[in-house]
């Protein structure tokens, strides 16, 4: 098998990195491995190009600068560099065999075969290598069938890999979700179920990255499936919601925040809850938040044009969607009409105005004019009206 005619292999910074490495260690001292080979093979897009090497990192330090290429030693202990050419990564690693693990990370040592290389890759199609050449290699003599049949199946004992780093859970199911065809293989599967535990151990900010590339793919459903009947799922988010909702919304959206939306309850403390629980941004976590207060079948236009006064645009896409999904039996389309098309108003009192009506500075400014805009939305933002509005306001906040 050969990969012929890819850009990507043939780019001036891809050359240029590879003669680099080839001028230090020889002919075939490195090789392309991994997605840009596995992406290749399945007919989809290369984003990023990692390089296995017999070099050790020293040497393929000494190799980039004596090339005038920016070497970055982004993760020596594990053997790593990257090269910058032309403003374009590419991840160079020493080959290696673990030497010990403890389900999160490995000590490793530095060796000049391939095959032992292979063997402590996670998946047979993640273990392919090419050569500068497009010729491909696959050392378990499975990985090119797998890519072919759209089959993800650990390299050796799945039980082994997955005891080296217990991410290897999460990201089976997320590769499937992306790669795989027909059933997940049972025997992985299996194992996923029987090792979940291992996931406590792991970060939660790796978690969380990895759940939500799972929930980029085209179609995770099958994925969610086959995850949620291991245990798995249940796992990573243990406030989950049933699967009725996500498998509705996986059609209508392809943002994985919003999907992982689907998957929680319309709750917003208990949502709250679990975002902080995966450390997610907190920009991330308040759109979880805002969109578990969901939209029934009464909304009105007035309290959609409330809502993105108070929580942005995104947020009322997010419930509109969601209510769509749940056939909550409102038409989502004059609203999202008001989303793209409705500009919010300033709060039109402020300071100056609730001290001429005779309220001195302080905390009873900031409660009058909460207590002003309240009943200015209530009344959906009418343009006149406003010093009674102002005196019914200091009325209340009294």
């Not at 759109?287 to 995104?314: E, F, H, K």
Request: hydrophobic share 45%.
């Amino acid at each position: 098998m050969i990969l012929a005619g890819q850009s990507w292999l043939i780019a001036p910074e891809t050359v240029a990195v590879l003669d680099a490495l080839e001028t230090f260690g020889g002919t075939d001292c490195a090789r392309f491995v991994g997605g840009c080979v596995r992406n290749t093979l399945m007919g989809q897009a290369v984003d990023d190009i990692d390089i296995a090497t017999t070099l050790q990192p020293p040497d393929v330090i000494r190799a980039l600068e004596g090339a005038r290429l920016k070497a970055v030693p982004t993760g020596l202990a594990h053997g790593t560099i990257t090269a910058v050419a032309a403003g374009r990564p590419f991840e160079i690693t020493t080959l290696r065999r673990d030497v010990s693990t403890d389900g999160r990370r490995a000590s490793v040592a530095f060796t000049h075969d391939w095959a032992e290389d292979a063997a402590r890759r996670d998946f047979r199609l993640n273990a392919l290598y090419a050569r500068r050449d497009g010729q491909v290699v696959d050392p378990t003599g499975h990985g090119l069938d797998d890519a072919a049949q759209g089959r993800v199946i650990f390299v050796g004992d799945p039980e082994t890999r997955i005891a080296e780093d217990y991410l290897r859970i999460l990201r089976f199911f997320r590769f499937f979700a992306w790669y795989g065809r027909g059933e997940p293989d049972a025997t992985a599967v299996a194992a996923c179920a029987a090792m979940r535990g291992g996931l406590a151990q792991l970060s939660p900010e790796r978690v969380s990255r990895e759940l939500l590339k799972l929930l980029a793919a085209p179609d995770p459903r099958r994925s969610l499936r086959a995850m949620n009947d291991a245990g798995v799922l249940g796992a990573v988010l243990a406030d989950l919601g049933d699967l009725t909702l996500f498998e509705a919304v996986v059609p209508l959206s392809d943002d994985a925040v919003v999907r992982l939306a689907a998957l929680l309850p319309a709750d917003p403390a208990r949502v709250d809850a679990t975002a902080r629980g995966l450390r997610l941004s907190n920009a991330m976590r308040a759109r979880l938040v805002a969109a578990a207060d969901r939209l029934d079948a009464d909304v009105t236009p007035a309290r959609v044009r409330a809502a993105i006064y108070q929580d942005g645009r995104q947020a009322v896409t997010d419930r509109l969607l969601l209510a769509r999904a749940a056939d909550a039996g409102l038409d989502p389309g004059p609203f999202l009409e008001i989303v793209a098309d409705w500009q919010p108003p300033r709060l039109p009192i402020g300071g100056r105005e609730v001290a001429a009506a005779g309220i001195a500075p302080g905390p009873a400014t900031g409660r009058v004019l909460k207590t002003f805009e309240r009943l200015w939305l209530a009344e959906d933002f009418p343009e006149d009206g406003h010093e009674q509005r102002l005196a019914r306001a200091i009325q209340l906040a009294a």
